[in-house]
């Protein structure tokens, strides 16, 4: 198999290292029966980080392929670029609902006054957010309760919330690679089995 | 000044880290795990396939509308090319007819008269040309 860990940047510009719309087509159309599984699977995971049907979101990165909004370079395995955008998209979908703000308070204690100046998200309304934010919280529950009662499986969660990467998360964990494979499988076999079609309530 | 910074958990990394595992999975041990999971590698292919040619089908119609609606714009910027390849005493004679009707083009013709120019062939192909975008004649000249 290809190399598949190469990510490709959101500022790849068409060129003649580029596929065509029309590559684009012949290649995803001989995509293998692994790799469509793969298109299904990684669609469902950020299906469920956003909040959206796998079947939209995967039909959407496919359109953005075909129509050259996304240019796949040609030395990129097209199911590699494929997962890329949907990786974008998800990514764009957080920083448009701003479901993971940065809320800073910022306490000021000078001349012996204080205040407090929430920076907020301003472009939604106040309501928007409080549906955005709580649609993220009822995912976020979901997930915790559907790990109860596996604290390895907890712990990898928590992981990977706070940005860790494998290698800080296995030295948390206290786990070596066969361990923390192994988790990471009942994981999968658990979201997959509750996710199969990503966040469809 | 203190400043203090809340993190709201982020679902994105999860997600990404669940598809990252897609990308390392080699294709046997992929396959093994969807069996194991009671479902047909098969059967998801088929589904993928089917969502890829709707998508296709979908770009298709999209680039057919769009080449339609170039070809449209084309021929709207042509027309009123025909008009303009007539002889020039046909193309006198149809402004004749319109400016018998139309004080405002007799004022127009008549100043470039005064002005002892007459009315240029150029000129008379942006009127002729303005009077086809309006609908009032057909490429051949003729009122309507």
């Known amino acids: ?201 | 000044m203190t400043g203090k910074t809340m993190r709201q958990p982020d679902l994105f990394s999860v997600s990404d880290a669940f598809a990252s595992d897609m990308m390392t999975l080699s294709d046997e041990r992929l396959l093994e795990e969807v069996r194991e999971d009671g479902q047909d590698p098969q059967s998801i292919a088929r589904e993928m396939r089917a969502l890829i040619t709707a998508a296709s089908l979908e770009h298709g119609r999209s680039r057919l509308l769009a080449a339609r609606q170039a070809l449209d714009r084309t021929r709207q910027a042509r027309s009123g090319e025909n008009v303009v390849q007539l002889p020039l005493d046909r193309k006198q004679q149809i402004l004749s007819q319109f400016a018998a009707n139309d004080g405002q083009l007799r004022s127009r013709l008549t100043m470039a008269a005064r002005q002892g120019v007459g009315a240029s062939e150029r000129e008379i192909d942006d009127i002729l040309r303005d009077l086809r975008e309006l609908g009032a004649i057909d490429d051949d000249g003729n009122i309507r």
């Open chain 1, 1 to 201: 198999m290809a190399r598949l860990d190469r990510r490709v940047g959101d500022d790849d510009r068409v060129s003649a290292a580029s596929l065509s719309p029309d590559e684009i087509h012949v290649a995803v159309s001989k995509l293998s029966m692994a790799d469509l599984v793969r298109l299904k699977r990684a669609g469902a995971y950020f299906a469920v980080g956003v909040g959206v049907e796998a079947n939209d979101f995967l039909n959407e990165a496919i359109c953005r392929a075909l129509d050259g909004t996304r240019t796949c370079p040609k030395n990129v395995p097209v199911v590699v670029f494929l997962i890329n955008v949907m990786r974008s998209m998800a990514s764009s979908a957080r920083v448009t609902a701003k479901e993971s703000p940065v809320l800073e308070s910022l306490t000021s204690t000078q001349q012996g006054g204080t205040s407090q100046i929430d920076v907020r998200d301003l472009a939604r309304s106040a309501e928007e957010n409080i549906v955005a934010r709580g649609d993220s919280h009822d995912r976020l529950k979901a997930l915790e309760s559907l790990f109860a009662d596996d604290e390895d499986a907890l712990m990898v969660v928590m992981g990977d919330l706070d940005g860790l990467d494998a290698e800080d998360t296995r030295a948390l964990g206290g786990w070596d690679l066969k361990a923390y494979a192994t988790i990471r499988r009942r994981m999968r076999r658990r979201i997959d089995a509750k996710y199969p079609g990503g966040w469809v309530q």
